[in-house]
């Protein structure tokens, strides 16, 4: 059941409890990040495990995404949302208790299956934005995303001990436990449902190929899902194995990486909080996802040749304010491009291919890594921004036509 049609200060508000939730989310994903390849060589695993490990995730998320998402746009963005946060909560509190690292693949598994809820947290938000602003508030939910990133790796950089081996993590995995349980409860508190013409729209059973034929037909949402899917192959592994190339070119531990993460994750939320809405609004979505990718594939040029951690972390920020200004762009495109009842759909087939591609891509940079150098993941990455800026300039071709 849908409710009455919202005012102002009542989007204001609903804007705001979206965001705090999104926040201390994504605090607990980021808390966990970083912790993990320590995390599992407190189990004595070695690279390809480590990447195993975000892979697992990634497994789960792509199961996840379409399903949560088709299931939002049929009984609701709230329901959908406080199971999945809540069970996000629950699988952290597991992780904490693993006892080895067949029991932690397992339970990466489920924690990525219910964190599949992005594409819905995505809906939510389109469902109380009219269509000329929904650039600038996936900009801004970007920005909470990126807060979250920025606060969550500085507490578990702080909280991990690793001379205790795993029970070292188990404090930061109970605080990000807490963070996912704060935020299912403030969806139960204070979130309503808010879905446009939901009541007119039937509970239609679609086949998820039929979904993925009609998404590829488009001549938008196509091309951005395939931007998404080649430029997360490169990063999901770069984010896989950054602990271990920071580890073994700057001897840096938890406490390095988290503190890294924590000023990256500023500079994204300032990006995305004021930068990536203006931007949008005065040179158009695709023109400045096109733009994101340049930043993105100098960033990642730089921390491949970076002699300093000073260099790295200079192309480290380049990728921040790439992914700062691209990510948005990506998810309002699609938003706009997508009819308002199928939002949910579409914008979870397209973090399905992101999961997908979060499969892959921590597998082959853990083989880079070992069988080739340690920074060739960050060649690799570079590499695939150049199919992914010919999409995106397919993409600004298109845009005038269906203006």
Known sequence: MTSAPMGLAEERRALVVLLTVIFLMIAGFGLVIPLLP???????????????????????????????????????????????????????????FAPNMLAAFAIRFANGFFAGNISTLQGALADITPPDKRASRMGIMGAAFSAGFMTGPAIGGFLAQPSRGALGFQLPLLVAAGFALASALAVILLVRENRPDAAKAAPVKRLRSAGLREAFAHPIIGRVILISFIVVVGFAGIEAIYGLWTEHEFGWGPRQIGFAFMVIGLLGAVCQGLVSGRLARRYGEARVLAAGLVFMGLGLTTQWLSPTWHVAMLGFAFV????????????????????????????????????????????????????????SPFALSALLILPALWFAWAVIRRMPRLA
Do not use: K
Request: neutral net charge; glycine residues 12%.
């Open 320 to 375: 921040c304010v790439g992914q700062s200004i691209c990510f948005p762009n990506i998810s309002a495109l699609i938003s706009q491009a997508a009819p308002p009842d199928r939002q949910g759909e579409m914008l979870g087939l397209n973090m399905s291919g992101m999961a997908l591609a979060r499969i892959g891509g921590p597998v082959l940079a853990g083989q880079l890594f070992s069988m080739v150098s340690p920074g």
């Open 38 to 96: 320590f995390f599992a060589h407190a189990f004595d695993a070695p690279a390809w495990q480590v990447t195993l490990l975000f892979s697992a995730f990634s497994v789960g998320q792509f199961l996840g995404e379409s399903f949560w998402g088709r299931l939002s746009d049929r009984i609701g963005r709230r329901p959908v949302l406080i199971v999945t946060i809540a069970m996000v909560g629950v699988s952290y509190a597991a992780l904490a």
